[in-house]
């Protein structure tokens, strides 16, 4: 094998080692992109799912302030209610 042989050879074998080197960087870059969007998605699918349990509570919460309004409301009128028939109960017994 002459020297040019020889020297066309190494060369061939320096490139291909660039080659591989340069596509296993890529896979390796191909690779953290995938990684970082599937975080990214996964940290949107977090929040989403954070905002609606938020949602949900607050929700919960406030209907359980109009069900306390409501037996407040209710406690009222009947208190009313029993009042003005203790009323009318006096009247009549005069």
Avoid: F, T
């Amino acid at each position: 094998m002459s020297n040019y042989e020889r020297e066309n050879s190494l060369e061939r074998e320096l490139a291909e080692e660039d080659m591989m080197v340069a596509a296993a960087e890529a896979s390796v870059e191909r690779r953290d992109r995938a990684r970082e969007r599937r975080e990214e998605r996964e940290r949107e699918e977090r929040e989403e799912r954070e905002e609606r349990e938020r949602y949900a509570r607050e929700r919960e919460e406030q209907r359980e302030r109009e069900r306390e309004e409501e037996r407040r409301l209710d406690d009222l009128y009947q208190a009313s209610l029993d009042a003005a028939v203790a009323s009318r109960e006096r009247r009549g017994r005069r």
